[in-house]
T-cell receptor, first 112, second 110 residues
């Protein structure tokens, strides 16, 4: 089984819908991250969490919210999806700061 | 944040060594240099990281210039499975967040 699991893997939805992307990990890491990747570009950080009670905005948090339900679970929500949020979304985890990040296989989200 | 320059793409032959360059002339003295790669349709994968000395692991070697303004990721014997986008990340923000560029697309020819 994968160490970092993202669900769903693919999602097509309509403008204005609420969407939740889920991430779970079995690595026992405290730190979890949500990234967005647009075609041909590197990753951009949306939100990150150092532990269950510590959630921080990243570079592009507008239009997104997150919930850290447990050490192992970190969800990303789009309250009212818009077409320019169409992208590939990745969840990652890490141990201490500066340590390697471990990524899920991504969720491909299309908003029509 | 350190400014990073990597080639957009590189080609190499299978079973030959590959040297992927990265320039990071404004890197700070305490920033580690991280390399990740992203295979098609997958999430990024950690490759290697280092501070000043050259580093080796089972995947690759990292050669860091003495002035730390550049580094080179070395794949000793490329295989078709090494075809990916390789990201050189020479800086983090104050919360240890990686700052990603566009990377180098490595094409391996059989």
């Amino acid at each position: 089984d994968a160490d970092v699991t993202q669900t769903p893997r693919n999602r097509i939805t309509k403008t204005g819908k609420r969407i939740m992307l889920e991430c779970s990990q079995t690595k026992g890491h405290d730190r979890m991250y949500w990234y967005r990747q647009d075609p041909g570009l590197g990753l951009r950080l949306i939100y990150y969490s150092f532990d269950v009670k510590d959630i921080n905005k990243g570079e592009i948090s507008d239009g997104y919210s997150v919930s850290r339900q447990a050490q192992a679970k970190f969800s990303l929500s789009l309250e009212s999806a818009i077409p320019n949020q169409t992208a590939l979304y990745f969840c990652a985890t890490s141990d201490l700061g500066g340590q390697p990040q471990h990524f899920g296989d991504g969720t491909r989200l299309s908003i029509l | 944040d350190a400014k990073t320059t990597q080639p957009n793409s590189m080609e190499s032959n299978e079973e030959e060594p590959v040297h992927l360059p990265c320039n990071h002339s404004t890197i700070s003295g305490t920033d580690y240099i991280h390399w990740y790669r992203q295979l098609p349709s997958q999430g990024p994968e950690y490759v290697i990281h280092g501070l000043t000395s050259n580093v080796n692991n089972r995947m690759a070697s990292l050669a860091i210039a003495e002035d730390r303004k550049s580094s080179t990721l070395i794949l000793h014997r490329a295989t078709l499975r090494d075809a990916a986008v390789y990201y050189c990340i020479p800086s983090m923000d104050s919360n240890y967040q990686l700052i990603w560029g566009a990377g180098t697309k490595l094409i391996i020819k059989p």
